[in-house]
């Protein structure tokens, strides 16, 4: 956040994060509770998971959900996850 009167930039939340996303998608539902409101990120790395992030906890070292990450089932990516968009129609 940025305080234009004193030119200070200061951290309002701090995330942990395994590595450098590559995308980010935000959300406004929890995708464990589809039927809830929420304020979540979902970021894509290199590796092929899916972490979904809770924005309104702060100093969390592990994302709300996980996506992708089964080993041996054919619903998952092989590769990195670059780029990510929600269907608002399927909540």
């Known amino acids: 956040m940025f305080n234009n009167d004193k030119a200070e930039l200061f ?12 995308c980010i998608e935000w959300m ?3 995708p464990t509770a589809p039927k ?3 304020n979540f990120a979902a970021l894509g790395y290199t590796t092929p998971e899916i972490d979904i992030w809770d924005m309104n906890l702060s ?3 592990e994302p709300a959900v996980r996506l992708g990450a089964k080993k041996g089932s ?3 990516h ?4 670059i780029d990510l968009s929600w269907n608002t129609n399927c909540k």
């Open 11 to 22: 951290i309002l939340h701090d995330l942990f994060l395994p590595a450098y996303p590559l």
């Open 28 to 30: 406004d539902f929890n």
């Open 36 to 38: 809830s409101d929420g």
């Open 59 to 61: 100093g969390s070292l």
């Open 74 to 76: 054919n619903l998952r």
């Open 78 to 81: 092989t590769d990195a996850v």
